[in-house]
């Protein structure tokens, strides 16, 4: 057991969570979180609280943030602003098919790191962007490097509110992207309209693997469409599914009416037969 703490570097951003050690930071307080270019300011959206899990590997806050880290957080989100207006106007300058999509700066530091921009944009195919690094770096007077982003890493960058009406998955808790297929889609029973099985990044939606082992266990022991059962109700013939209800349709012999049955009545005797006469 052990205390945790959720910051975000961006308003609405991805959550980073930290162990505050000795610190109590509260929603909205500015701490100080290590990366690998030294401490940076962030936002805590989420107060230090008790959690069951274990925190060992979690990195530590390194303190609250104080005014020279604020001034210097401030001077390196103007430093952002203007690489990232600068990018625009030369890639239109240069006529090439690309799209920022976000900067990365680092201020000189007194070890002697000297600045550097990170410039990521999207494009449809590889671009030579050679003579744009270099005219970026003579208006910016420092190190620029540019790195091409797929469609999946352009939105989790970017940020923004999926169909569901929540911020976007990819921009808040997923850390790695798992192969979506749309043999999920089939198995949920989702309409394969591209329209309404895709996600901001026009690939399809991380979410329909999250139900996905729901679905495969359920077809895996639930009465087939057409096949048929004995329910409390009396005898009849599965003519749907309803997976998040655990439950099928059933059309009684009696009188052709439509009932939900639980899957554990619908299979209960299938399973006493099983375990009666195993295979």
Avoid at 144 to 161: K, M, N, Y
Wanted: charged share 25%; aromatic share 6%; proline share 5%.
């Amino acid at each position: 057991m052990g205390m945790l703490c959720a910051v975000s570097f961006n308003r609405y951003g991805r959550l980073y969570y930290l162990d505050p050690g000795e610190l109590r930071p509260q929603v909205g307080d500015k701490v100080l979180v290590p990366t690998d270019d030294g401490p940076e300011v962030a936002e805590c959206v989420w107060a230090a609280q008790w959690v069951t899990e274990e925190t060992d590997g979690f990195p530590r806050l390194l303190g609250l943030a104080a005014d020279d880290d604020l001034r210097r957080d401030e001077a390196l989100r103007r430093r952002k602003a203007e690489a990232k207006v600068a990018a625009k106007r030369l890639i239109r300058s240069h006529g090439l098919p690309m799209k920022v999509v976000a900067v990365d700066h680092v201020l000189g530091s007194a070890e002697g790191g000297g600045e550097r921009s990170t410039v990521y944009f999207t494009a449809p195919h590889r671009v030579d962007f050679r003579s744009l690094v270099r005219d970026l770096g003579a208006t910016l007077h420092c190190r620029v490097e540019l790195r091409q982003l797929s469609a999946r890493d352009s939105a989790r960058v970017q940020g923004g509110i999926g169909s569901c009406g929540r911020d976007l998955c990819c921009a808040t808790f997923l850390t790695d992207f798992e192969p979506v297929t749309i043999r999920m889609a089939k198995d949920q029973d989702l309409p394969l309209n591209p329209l309404r099985i895709s996600g901001a990044c026009g690939r399809l939606m991380c979410c329909l693997k999250y139900e996905h082992p729901l679905y495969q266990r359920f077809q895996e022991t639930a009465p087939a469409v057409g096949s048929r059962v004995s329910t409390p109700e009396g005898d009849g013939r599965v003519v749907g599914h309803s997976v998040p209800r655990d439950a099928v349709t059933v059309r009684l012999d009696a009188d052709g009416s439509r009932s939900m049955c639980s899957r554990a009545d619908v299979c209960g005797s299938r399973q006493a037969h099983d375990q009666h006469y195993p295979a």
